[in-house]
């Protein structure tokens, strides 16, 4: 079993920036890959950004591309995910995900762990 814990979560005015973190649990973070969600209220859940057991594969949604990163630091067991330029738009609860799996993926259903989240609201 493996628990996730999100961090990093906040206000922050528009064009700002955030890091949220993902601490798990559990000896074998280094051979999982991970994943960051996010789901805004009376929206579904999206795909934000995801990431190899080794950190060499990164995806990202096209909404976010080129403002957000995602990196991971097995030796600390640590996700990250750092936002910049946020725009209101990017409001909503950030999950931290993984699957028992080398290779990322962005279908959510295939994630096997999601953390409880943190809220992440930009204010115009």
């Known amino acids: 079993q493996v628990q996730l814990d999100e961090s990093g979560g906040g206000l922050v005015q528009a064009g700002g920036s955030l890091r949220l973190s993902c601490a798990a649990s559990g000896r074998t973070f280094g051979s999982y890959a991970m994943g960051w969600f996010r789901q805004a209220p009376g929206k579904e859940r999206e795909f934000v950004a995801a990431i190899s057991w080794s950190g060499g594969s990164t995806y990202y949604a096209d909404s976010v591309k080129g403002r957000f990163a995602i990196s991971r630091d097995n030796a600390k067991s640590t996700v990250y995910l750092q936002m910049n330029s946020l725009k209101p738009e990017d409001t909503a609860a950030y999950y931290c995900?993984?699957?028992?799996?080398?290779?990322?993926?962005?279908?959510?259903?295939?994630?096997?762990?999601w953390g409880q989240g943190t809220q992440v609201t930009v204010s115009s």
């Open positions: 995900t993984a699957r028992r799996t080398r290779l990322a993926t962005m279908k959510w259903d295939l994630y096997d762990y």
